[in-house]
Nanobody, 124 residues
């Protein structure tokens, strides 16, 4: 098991920024590929960003590329999502996830562990 706990969500005006954090428990965090997904009310969970176990490769959804940045600090067992230039359509519950994989994982199915989610609300 590897519990994941997200934090950093909240209410922000359009154009603002937030940084989400996802803290993992366990000694093998560095071996996991990590990702962020989001789910808005009435919609399916969608991919946001992911990076590989080494942190050298990343991938973003088209809707967030250039505005969001995913990163990891293996010494702190933490993955981050820096979100800039936020838009009302970014409003959703954001989830982090961990996959026993080396490469970047952009679909939900391969992920082994999920956090409980953190709410991000962007007002217009």
């Amino acid at each position: 098991q590897m519990p994941l706990v997200e934090s950093g969500g909240g209410l922000v005006q359009a154009g603002g920024s937030l940084r989400l954090s996802c803290a993992a428990s366990g000694r093998t965090f560095s071996n996991f590929a990590m990702g962020w997904f989001r789910q808005a009310p009435g919609k399916e969970r969608e991919f946001v960003a992911a990076l590989n176990s080494g942190g050298g490769s990343t991938h973003y959804a088209d809707s967030v590329r250039g505005r969001f940045t995913i990163s990891r600090d293996d010494a702190k067992n933490t993955v981050y999502l820096q979100m800039n230039s936020l838009k009302p359509e970014d409003t959703a519950v954001y989830y982090c996830a961990a996959a026993r994989a080396r490469g970047v994982v952009v679909t939900p199915a391969p992920y082994d562990y999920w956090g409980q989610g953190t709410q991000v609300t962007v007002s217009s």
